[in-house]
C-alpha cells in the first residue's frame, strides 16, 4: 500500500515548453563556492558550512521546497513568492508585480544586500553564523544566471492559470535554446569570471573567525581556472576539475542538468537536511477514488522496474495525438532516468518523431538507466501544502482543478522527484466515465 493517508496530490504536468529555468545549480552554490572560500582563507571546515547554507537554498531545507506551481498558480500565496524574489530573483521592487518592473541585475545592490548584512552582523560571532553567510551569497550569484526581466510561468495548455504577479523564471533570451539554459555554465562562460569574483570578494571580507586572520590567494591566480569550469557539458567533466583542484568527493554534482557523460559513477550527495517521509501523513477532504487511482499509480511508476505498457492503465491514451509531443508513458518514463540531463533534451523536444522516440528508448535501455526504489516515498522530495496554516510533510499533494470543457472533474498531483531535484512534476487527471486517468504531465523549474 502507498502513501496510506495522504488526501491531497498536486499536478505534475510535463509541458514541452515550460516559461522556467532555474538558476545556478549545485555545481556552482556548493562545489564552487567550497573552492572558493578555500581560496579565500576559510578552513575546509568552514568553507563547507558557507557552501551547505548556499546550496541548501536551491530545496536542501524543508522550508525551501517552493514550487510555483503552488505559490503562483494552483495556491496563489505572497509570502513564497517574496521569499523566492529573495534568494533567486533580487530586485528593488518586489512582488506582487509584473515582471517588467522587476528586472534581475547582476551586482546590484540588491544581490548582494544580504552578503552584506551578513558580514556586518557576523562581527564577533563569525564561527557561528556561516551557513547563514552561504544562504546570502545565493541571491548574489543568481543575480548572474537571473539577470534580465523574469518570465512569468504559463500552464494555460494545461487548463491552470498563473499569476503573473507572483511568477518568476529565469529571462527568455536565457532560455532561447533550451528551457535549461540558465542554469548550465557552458551556456553562459561569460557570467561565471564576475560571479565568482563577487563571491570570492564577499567571502575575503567576512569577519575573523576566533581572530585568525585568512591569507586569500591572488585573485589572477584563481580567474584562470575559471574557463574549464565554465565550459565542462557533462557531470563527469564537472567532477574531473574539482578532483583535480583536490575534491575527493564530487556528489554533490548528483542531480544536476548536465548529462553523466563518460566515467560518472551515480552517487548520492547527502547534504540535504530534509524531514523523513512518513507515509502515514495525511490531507484532508480528499475523494477517496482520486487517492487511491494516484496512490496505485505512484506505486507503479516508481518502484521496480521500467517496462512499456506498465502505465497504459493509469493514462487515457497512451499515444500521442500531437505531432510534437511524445507519447505520455514514453514521457513519464522519462522523468524517472536517473540520469535526468540526458532526459532533458528528449523531454522538451518540439518534434517528438520517430528518430527522438527511438533515442529516447535507446537512452532508457541502457544498463542502470533507472534506480530501483522499493517504496514510492524513497523516489521523491518531501513537500508542505504552501499556506498560511500549519502541514504535514508529504510525499505528493492532491488539489481540485476546474472542470474540463466536458464538464469533467479534474484534479492534479504535486511530487519532486529525487531523481529531477530542481524540477515541479504535475501529474493532471481527469474522470471520465466514473474512472480516472492521467491526461497530461506538466513542470516547473523553481531555483
Known sequence: MFFRGIEMLLTVSIMLFPRVAPCFESDVHYGLTYWLAQKAGFLPEEAEA????????DGGLIENMKSQLQYACLLPYEEDSLAVQALHFPSARKVPIS????????????SSAQSEKLIETARGKAGFMLQLFGKALHPLQDAYSHQGVPVAVSLEEAGI?????????APRDRQSISVHDAEVT????GTITPMARATFDALVRYPTIDGRVRVPKKWENISSELSSFAVARTKANKADWFRDRGFSDVSFLDGISLPDGDGWRSIRWHGRKLPELNAGSTQHNVDPQILDFYRGFFEQWLTGSMKFGRLAPFIADA???NAQRLPLELRLWLWRLRDHGAAIPFLFDRTGGPKVIRGARALMAKPAAFERYAVPTDAVLPLLYESDAPSPVLPFIVLDLPSSAKNRPRAIAIVKLLDAPYETLGIVTERV???????????????
Open 319 to 321: 499515444t500521442s495525438k
Open 161 to 169: 492559470k498563473c499569476d503573473d504577479q507572483l511568477s518568476m523564471s
Open 50 to 57: 558557507i557552501s551547505l547554507g548556499n546550496q541548501r537554498v
Open 99 to 110: 515582471p517588467d518592473r522587476r528586472t534581475v541585475t547582476a551586482g546590484s545592490r540588491e
Open 433 to 447: 466515465d466514473g474512472r480516472w486517468f492521467i491526461i497530461s504531465v506538466v513542470s516547473t523549474f523553481d531555483y
Open 186 to 189: 557552458a551556456s553562459w562562460p
